[in-house]
Every structure is written in structure tokens, then in C-alpha cells.
């Protein structure tokens, strides 16, 4: 490659200084002539119905220019459905806003102002009053687990004999609850919405897909696609938060068009907290039980989550355990419960971040009761082909990822006794954690051009919601078309460029990466055809001997039969140290090893970031995410981030990020497996049972907050609780 090409450290950020230097201009940022400003309303009851709003005195105010509820709303085309047969409800989906009367949760959207400032529009907001009817109301999973429903077809799954790990000579049965936790990305959600023409429209939006979020807004406004154009061409996070059209989003649209100006509308941080979804709160249980050697003999896993009472959210926690490990007879059953409150969404690592807390918490209990080390377990149990479909992996290097960890960790330190290692005063341990995730390639279409100055313009779709999809990219073609990376301009955000799915389910280097390999080597080719040789082609000589200003080509790229031979899974393990002090009960995360086995890294650099992303995230679930609702009144009580806690500098320990970085030969092209959710998924889990070793005292409910220690004593450590 050439000199200034990528070195083996990777390629540094493509639009970093763009970010750090405040250039990047994310949705909230752009200001279309004429533009106005909305503002919600939201319902202070948790379930019933409207009576009335009274908006007059928000009319009155000053540069009001509407104020709009379900009374006055203009027609919502794709809410109207057909009648339903009578006596039964009308069919579960997503919420329709401004719909009818009804109130489904605390904080339901009610109303929108529009004003001419931000300032008048938050004001007038407050003017707004609504007269309720009441209805007795549910939101806590804990008191309504007796009316669980199976969660779809898949709810329940059987594998060999059901409850054979009751028949083993070494048995547990353990509860795990993590609670709800929310989507709080650094940047706000926001849209700015523009009517061109009565049928055309413009968003600026904050969406992790504009090709998904153009078909969601078509569908409920009932006009065509291609006459909405969606951008979002930087997104400051998201992880599941922007992956639907969400409420505030359909608000500001009928807004624009009631007004006929553009209307930007952005959540305060305390509406984040209802209003674009959240990890469910959620019960599980799980027996497992082995021989006295070590090896499975069943696992039963049940659990149940929580809904809202219009849609029903099922995210299948209890999938881990029938992939994760070889075990002969495994039975799941996977259930919801409906409660008035707003539907939960995908947050990152989704279901099985939640479900290995459980399972691997499990399995650390079982290696104590085996009296055998936690990696030497998983190793006796290791699957060599996938234990659910039978098919052999794609790609599996895990027993690789453990012995990485383990050395770089320090994990012979790390005493099987519990609470019998102390340093300065407080209580040392390890634990360890394992993370699986389906691999995933969607399809996806990239436009490639050469231009005759011998830049590359590439153009796809996608959306970059952080992780560094652009950078990825950008490595991919560079490698390909053997020129400087500064050379190439990525185009992406911008719903007029050709296909590709929504970032989210680890997949985007696996997808687009693929499309810009194509289009990047059939570019290629057809420059060497142009000049009559196959060796390294001169781009600009090439097109100045033809005088052409340019060469492009548009190619699409989609997994071919390999995805249906191979069970196709990225892998990752999560050791982590931690000092627990017994008087307080304050842990301090001291150390974090993860390693990850997700084929070849295309960008290292953004690839670590990945890593310790995730490892942040799942120490913030371990030790302090926690949505707390008042159930006498269904309403949250810490809405804002100095009640929610989640991780900040001070707690956030060292962090090695490692990658056995060996390719999977029949995924795709690069050999790349996704990373975004390994990172996070079995975090929770080693955390939790480095507590354990520190401390003697098993959490299963998160998060382990010093309460749950609080005074704990050697004499009681050693015995464990």
C-alpha cells in the first residue's frame, strides 16, 4: 500500500477533528429559513382518559403559533385502521400519537406547542392543562408476574429432557433481576421537520437507519417514499434508542404541516427517560446442574419482562442459554407482562446482555460449588458446533479469547476462596464473564467513483451512530483500491444515497463493508479493463488517456448460501478486578480485560473504542443503572442524571481491549464479525462475580450498590451469603 496509506495501528477517526472542533452538524444543528420551535406536553396521570385540554392561555401567549392534541389534529393516515370485530381490542403495535383520548402511560405526549423561539414555546407548554379520568393502573413487574403471557411462538423451547439438571449430582437454582434501565445518549433526540410540497417532505433527524426511518414516516403519513428525504449525518448515540419513528418525531411533522414553516422539536433529558425506550426490567430463573466433573446436564432458564399494555416488546433473554455452552437438555421459557407504562426498545447487546447476567452469574455459582476454576468450567462445556441449529460455527476462537484474557487479567492471582485476598484496606476480587451474539449480514448498496483529481468518493446510506462506520469504511477501500485514505470521501446519512439497513445487531462492517468491497473491486476491474492490463491500475492517467472526468460504478452485495450452512456468532469474554471496601460496601472497578473473537479487525482504532464502550456500559449496568418508579403514582422519580447514575471518569478503571482478530472465512469478504454488542454482553455478569470473589456475598439483583454490601465482615465472606 502506499506510504500514506494505513499503518497496522489503524486509521484515526475520518471525521474527528470535524467532531472535536464543533463542525459536525448533527440534526438539532441546522436552521432552515423560517424555522420554529416545538414543545410537549405530557400527561401527569399514568392511565385513563381526556376530559378536556384547555389551550388557551398557551394560544394567547406570546408567539404562539399553534397548539395541537388529539382534538384538533389533522388526520394521521396510516393510524386509521380497519374496524375491528366487535368486542375485541384493536390489534397491538407502536403508539399512535394524538390518536384518540386515551392515556397509556405517565408522560404520554398530550399536546405540542409551536412558537417562534425555543424560550415562548417551553413556556406556553407549561400553560397547557388537561382535565383526566382516571383508571387504576399497574407498573410494577415484581406485583404482576401471575398475569405473564408467553412472549410469541418462541416463548417456550424444549431441548432433550426437560428439568434434567435437577437429576444432577451438583444442582443450584438461583433467581436474577436486572431493572429497567434507559437509553441516555450524550446527544438528545431531535428533528427538525420541513413540508416542500403537500406530499414532499424534508427531516433532519436523529435515526440510526434514514432508509428505515424514510419507510416508517411513509407509512404513516401515507405518501411516497422517495418524496421524503431523511439526513442524519451525524448521530451523537444511539444503541437501539433510534432504531423506529418515535412520537416526538410523527409531533413534529404534523406540526410543520399545520404551521407550514419547519419545525424543530428536541427532548429535554428528563422526556429521554419516556420517550424512546428503554432495556426492560426483567425476572429470570435459572437451574443448572452438572456432573461432579464439571460437565452440564441440563439448564432451565425461565424469565419474565416487562411491555407496555399496547405493544408487545420481546427482546428473548433466555435464547443464551440454549447457544452458549454444550449442554445436552436445555428448557427456556421466555414471558411478558403488560403494564401501563411506555414500551420498552432494543438496548445494546439487547436481550442477551440480560440474559447472560443471569447464565453467567449462574455458572460462577456452579464453579464454586464444583469447587472448579470458572474458565476450566467453561472449557469442559465448550461447544464445538452450535448446540441449538447443529451446524457447525463459521468461525470459533474463544477458548483462544479465554486464555488471552486470563494471562492479561493476572487471573493466577485470583484466589478460589472468596473474601480471603485484601490489599490497603479493602477486599480484592476477579471474575469473568462471556458474551455471545449472532453475526450478521444484511444487504447493502454502495455507489463508487473515481474522479479524474484521484479521489474516491464512496456513497451508501448508512448511518453512523459513533462506533466509527465511516473511518471502517474508508480503511476497506483504501486497502482495496491501493491509494491514501485521505484520498477517499465518504458519503453516508442522507436517505438519497443508495441502500443500506440500520446500524444496530452489530452488523454494519459485516454489511456495508461488503457492498464498498464490491463496488471498490469492481471499480477496480474496470479500470483494468480500460487499460488493457491487470497490474495496480494509475486511476488519473487512466481516465485522461479516455478523457473521462470520472468512473463510477453502483454495486449491491448481499451473504450468499454460507449463512444458511454456518451458525454464524461473534464471541467475546470480560475478565474484570475489583477492590470492594467492607465497611462501605463501594466498589471500585480496579481492572478490565476484554477480548473479543469477531473475525478480522477492519479498524482497530475504532474497534477499541468499541471495546471499552461497551465495558463502560456494562459496569453502569452492574453498579448503578436503575430507573425507579414511583408505583403509587406510575411515575418516574429519577428522570435526570443526578439521580440515574451511570459511569463517569472516576469510574472507569484501566481497559484492555483485545481481538484475536482471526478472519471468518465464509461471512464476508474482510472476514469481519460484528463487536458492538459483545462489548457489552456478559459485562454485567464478571462484575458481578469479581464482587463475589471480593466479597463472599452473591448480588443477583442489579445494580450492587454499597447498600447490598454495606458492613459486611470476614467471618460472614468466607461463608458466603
Known sequence: MKDSAINKEGLSRIDGRLKVT???????????AGMVYGVLVGSTITKGSIRSIDTKAAEKAPGVLAVISHFNCPKIPGYQIASTEAGKPEPKGTYKLFYNNKILFNGQPIAVVVADTFE??????TLVKAQYTSQAYQTSLKNNTASAFAAGENGESKRGTVAAWKTAPVKLEQEYVIPSEVHNPMELHSIIAHWDAEDKLTVWDKTQGVKDTQDGIANIFKIPKENIQVNSKFVGGA??????????????????????????????RADMFTSVGYRPHTWQKIGIGATEDGKLVGISHEAI?????????????????????????????????????GSPTWMRGPGEATGAFALESALDELSYALNIDPIELRLKNYAETDPE????????????????????????????????????GWLIGYGMGGGMFGAYRDQATCRAVMIADGTLLLQTAVSDIGPGTGTAMVSIAAEIMDIPAGKIRFEMGDSSLPYAPSQGGSSITATVGSAVNDACKELKEKFSQLAGNTETPDYTKILKDHNLSKLEVTTASKGGDNMNKYAM???????????????????????????????????????RSQIVGGAIGGIG????????????????????????????????????????????PYIN??????????????????????VYNATGKRIRQLPITPDKLIGINQSAMVNGS
Not at 399494555?309 to 407482562?337: G, H, M, Q, W
Not at 452492574?622 to 469510574?651: Q, S, T, W
Not at 474482510?670 to 458481578?688: F, H, Q, S, T
Open 22 to 32: 464543533g463542525a459536525a452538524r448533527y440534526s438539532a444543528e441546522y436552521t432552515p
Open 120 to 125: 415562548r414555546a417551553l413556556f406556553a407548554a
Open 239 to 268: 444503541f437501539g434508542s433510534a432504531l423506529q419513528v418515535w412520537p416526538h418525531e410523527v409531533a413534529a411533522i404534523i406540526a410543520a404541516r399545520v404551521v407550514k414553516r419547519p419545525v424543530k422539536l428536541m427532548l429535554g
Open 305 to 341: 419482562g416487562q411491555t407496555s399494555t399496547y405493544e408487545d416488546f420481546n427482546e428473548e433473554p433466555v435464547s443464551v442459554s440454549r447457544s452458549t455452552y454444550a449442554c445436552p437438555n436445555v428448557n427456556t421459557n421466555y414471558k411478558l407482562t403488560a403494564l401501563d407504562i
Open 389 to 424: 441449529s447443529g451446524k457447525p460455527f463459521s468461525s470459533k476462537y474463544l477458548n483462544e479469547a479465554y486464555k488471552m484474557g486470563a494471562d492479561h487479567i493476572g487471573w493466577t492471582d485470583r484466589s478460589p476462596k472468596p473474601a480471603s485476598v485484601t490489599k490497603d
Open 569 to 607: 456468532y461473534s464471541w467475546s469474554v470480560h475478565f474484570v478486578k475489583v477492590c470492594v471496601h467492607p465497611t462501605t460496601g463501594v466498589v471500585k472497578v480496579d481492572k478490565v480485560v476484554c477480548v473479543a473473537d469477531s473475525g478480522h479487525i477492519v479498524s482497530p482504532k475504532t474497534a
Open 621 to 664: 449496568m452492574a453498579l448503578m443503572e436503575e430507573v425507579i418508579i414511583d408505583h403509587r403514582y406510575g411515575k418516574l422519580v429519577n428522570n435526570n442524571f443526578a439521580d440515574y447514575h451511570i459511569p463517569v471518569n472516576a469510574d472507569i478503571p484501566q481497559i484492555e481491549a483485545l481481538f484475536i482478530n482471526k478472519p471468518d
Open 669 to 690: 469478504p474482510m472476514g469481519a464479525k460484528g463487536m458492538g454488542e459483545i462489548a457489552l454482553i456478559g459485562m454485567a455478569g464478571a462484575v458481578a462475580n469479581a
